[in-house]
């Protein structure tokens, strides 16, 4: 179904898409004028809804609200989409079907699906749309690498913080974050030791639980765990490496989730594809300035705008971008 939600310049659009069993909220933001494009916005990690804000978690950075809008001020239309999980929107249409949503693959098939929509969507509005782009934020830059593999007219990829590596050694990375006075060494062999048990599908011994470096271990369950081995198992440097379209890097210096060093990486593994990278030495995981000397976890949850010079690169690098 479709309805507009929001009159004046940037038009939004409320969508429902609906994929193995799930009904996921979605909004299509159009400019008022002709399309430069069109960019599909894949969300990052966790529960988040349509605007990337996290209620589960008390969490409202807005950063696909903020991207969509900026988008468009600049030109492009956006379709970007929640994902499962409580305060997201989302709903269970068929409780059988939506098993699949247990799997990291199924987030390249409902990636697939939002692409089409937008493709149908702007066909349907007589919308000519020159060019096509994937934007992935977090793990959603590893769903944007898998899908522009195969996925019909893309004409670039954006990777908004995305990471090189597999979804444990990032995790591994911020189990070394600890408590000052604390030891690294000894948090990371803590993260090692019961990241063993994990890999061999075992669950982590009581007695390697709440240790530095393993404080959130316990938390999660195993179905998540099973999910993170499956997300672990994708080597996004060597994904990215495959796409044979162009990519922008956009990378924050001051994030703490994704670091800087894995833009860099896959700019390396990327060889001589054509890639540009966009660094910002002070916005973090969701492209907010954060102040010198703000804890990471309090940096984390910054809100307010996101920083408008992250939408000016994409809009410079895509609109290199032959038009079909």
């Keep these: 179904m479709t309805n507009t939600i929001d009159a004046g310049a940037v038009e939004q659009r409320a969508l429902t898409l609906e994929v193995e069993g799930i009904a996921f909220p979605a909004v299509l933001a159009l400019p008022p004028g002709p399309l430069a494009g069109a960019v599909l916005l894949i969300p990052g990690s966790l529960f988040s809804d349509a605007d990337g804000d996290y209620p589960a978690w008390n969490m409202r950075p807005h950063v696909y609200a903020h991207l969509a809008r900026q988008l468009a001020a600049a030109g492009w239309a956006s379709l970007r989409y929640a994902k499962p999980g ?6 269970v249409i068929d409780a059988d079907a939506a098993v699949a949503h247990r799997r990291f693959a199924t987030r390249v098939t409902v990636a697939r699906a939002a692409l089409e929509r937008m493709r149908e969507e702007l066909a349907s509005a007589g919308l000519p749309t020159p060019r096509i782009v994937l934007a992935g934020h977090s793990e959603g830059a590893v769903v944007a690498f898998l899908l522009a593999r195969d996925a019909p007219a893309v004409d670039g990829v954006v990777s908004l ?24 060494a000894e948090a990371l062999a803590n993260f090692d030791a019961a990241i063993a048990h994990v890999r061999r599908g075992e669950a982590i011994p009581p007695a390697l639980i709440g240790l530095p470096g393993t404080m959130m271990l316990g938390n999660v369950d195993a179905a998540a765990w099973a999910y993170i081995r499956e997300v672990d198992a994708v080597d996004p440097a060597a994904e990215a490496a495959r796409v044979p379209r162009p990519v922008l890097l956009v990378q924050g210096g001051s994030d703490a989730s994704v670091r800087e060093h894995h833009a860099r990486r896959i700019a390396e593994a990327r060889g001589q594809r054509p890639t540009e990278t966009a660094f910002f ?24 705008e996101t920083d408008p010079r992250v939408v000016a690169a994409i809009d410079a690098w895509a609109r290199q971008l032959p038009p079909r």
Excluded: N, Y
């Design 281 to 304: 030495p002070e916005l973090q995981h969701f492209f907010k300035p954060v102040p010198p000397g703000t804890p990471p976890m309090q940096a984390f949850g910054l809100e307010g």
């Design 161 to 184: 913080a995305g990471p090189s590596v597999g979804l444990i050694g990032i995790m591994r990375e911020q189990a070394g974050d600890v408590v000052p006075g604390g030891d690294p």
């Design 86 to 91: 409580p305060g997201t929107g989302s709903e």
